[in-house]
């Protein structure tokens, strides 16, 4: 089956500041690649998402980005707010979807 | 269009029991999709069904088991509860090729 990493496993910025997350996937024919964010205490919601024939997709201050050859994407957030922490997964669809452990992005004001 | 809801919210069994979780999928989705989280392991894939079918399961023992009915809702049972089964429960239903939606989880706590 599908192994996904993800780095960090948590991460601090300054408010204002980017983040970065990154994940890695071992299947070449994996060709969907959704980012969660879960708030403490609820569910994980769907906030961005990129297919294998794009490089890149942008979401006023996410952003998402795709290297298959590399087998690797990463979730970028830029101009962080305090709403901004919370748990964050990666995820690669292969007939299910297979999750990375987590990144918990702390924003201090 | 309604979200994807699951039932109960809360539950509290002792060891040995057994549990059914209820989850209604979002409407005209046909995947749906079972998650364990705990603190310790995020989040682990259980089962998927789609069509009534079992078309991929996780790692995890026999006790774990569910089922979809034919207006897609599903349940997963689990049997012989262990205090390592307290978790969050997560349910998420898909449309073919999109990402998956969550209900709100079901917190099972074993005494």
């Known amino acids: 089956g599908e192994n996904v990493e993800q780095h960090p496993s948590t991460l601090s910025v300054q408010e204002g500041d980017s983040a970065v997350i990154k994940c890695t996937y071992s299947?070449?024919?994996?060709?969907?690649f959704p980012w969660y964010k879960q708030e403490l205490g609820k569910r994980p919601q769907l906030i961005i998402d990129?297919?294998?024939?794009?490089g890149e997709k942008k979401d006023q201050r996410i952003a998402v980005t795709l290297n298959k050859t590399a087998k690797h994407f990463s979730l970028h957030i830029t101009e962080t707010q305090p709403e901004d922490s919370a748990v964050y997964f990666c995820?690669?669809?292969?007939?299910?979807?297979?999750f990375g452990a987590g990144t918990t992005v702390t924003v201090r004001a | 269009k309604a979200g994807v809801t699951q039932t109960p919210r809360y539950l509290i069994k002792t060891r040995g029991q057994q549990v059914t979780l209820s989850c209604s999928p979002i409407?005209?989705?046909?995947?749906v999709s079972w998650y364990q989280q705990t603190p310790g392991q995020g989040l682990q894939f259980l089962f998927e069904?789609?069509?009534?079918?079992?078309?991929n399961k996780g790692n995890f023992p026999g006790r774990f088991s569910g089922r979809q009915f034919s207006n897609s809702r599903s349940e997963m049972n689990v049997s012989t509860l262990e205090l390592g089964d307290s978790a969050l429960y997560l349910c998420?239903?898909?449309?073919?090729?999109?990402?998956?939606?969550f209900g709100q989880g079901t917190r099972l706590t074993v005494v």
């Open positions: 998420a239903s898909s449309s073919s090729g999109e990402g998956a939606f």
């Open positions: 299947d070449s024919a994996s060709n969907y």
């Open positions: 990129i297919r294998s024939n794009v």
């Open positions: 995820a690669v669809n292969d007939y299910k979807l297979s």
């Open positions: 409407s005209g989705h046909r995947s």
């Open positions: 069904y789609f069509s009534e079918t079992q078309r």
